[in-house]
């Protein structure tokens, strides 16, 4: 068989508890995934109003977050989640440089990984990543419907949010298990677990979404750090 040109990834923010259900959705079908925390807000209470539903917004405690992601990939989302283009260099090193630090201590291993919060990131944040840093890719919140690599690894854009992007998302789906690429295609889902809750029946419509794509011999299954490092792009 041909070198596997074709990679499958996740990337969910925020480190809440429908985590849980999430992990054990993607443990099923042998998927993988990548989940961005804010070590400073782990155990916290809360909860979002979002179209019209309130929904838990509780963040797992540190003590669970390494047995939970078992298996799969944490990764930076800053300290606290705040808008990095609305600070000062010296605050995004440290939310950036102090939520890594704090993981890695958690999870036992080297968090190598970010997806920005809040919102795209400007030039100047991009910069002050890429350069003061160690940090190897991060994330946008902007997607490109398209499963081409991102050629800035420091301002990596998704394929599509599945929140957003709902009835897109099996249609790229079925796209890319037809695709028979000649160089590297990256199917890359970003979103929040917690959005499931909004409208609990895609829970199920998702797991079936998982079910489709999983166990494609031409595919290949990893958390973003495991996909970029496939293909080179770190």
Known sequence: ?????????????????????????????????????????????????????????????????????????????????????????????KEVND????????????????????????????????????VKYARSTNVTYSSNPSADMLNYCGTVYHHRDWDRLFEMGKEFLELKPETPQIMYIWGHSYEFDIFPERWEKFEEFCKIMSNQKDIFYGTNIQVFEKFGLV
């Open 1 to 93: 068989m041909s070198e596997i040109k074709k990679a499958l990834t996740f990337s969910y923010d925020d480190g809440v508890t429908q985590d849980k259900r999430l992990v054990d959705i993607f443990n099923r079908y042998g998927l993988k995934a990548t989940f961005n925390l804010n070590s400073a807000l782990l155990g916290k209470t809360g909860e979002l109003l979002r179209n019209g539903v309130r929904v838990n917004h509780t963040k797992i405690n540190s003590r669970e977050v390494k047995c939970v992601y078992e298996g799969h990939e944490v990764a930076v989302h800053t300290l606290t989640h705040p808008n990095l283009n609305n600070l000062t260099e010296e605050e995004i090193i």
């Open 99 to 134: 939520d890594r630090e704090a993981l890695s201590d958690i999870v036992g291993y080297e968090v190598k990984g970010m997806a920005y919060p809040c919102c795209a990131p400007d030039e100047r944040v991009i910069d002050i990543v890429k350069n003061k840093t160690i």
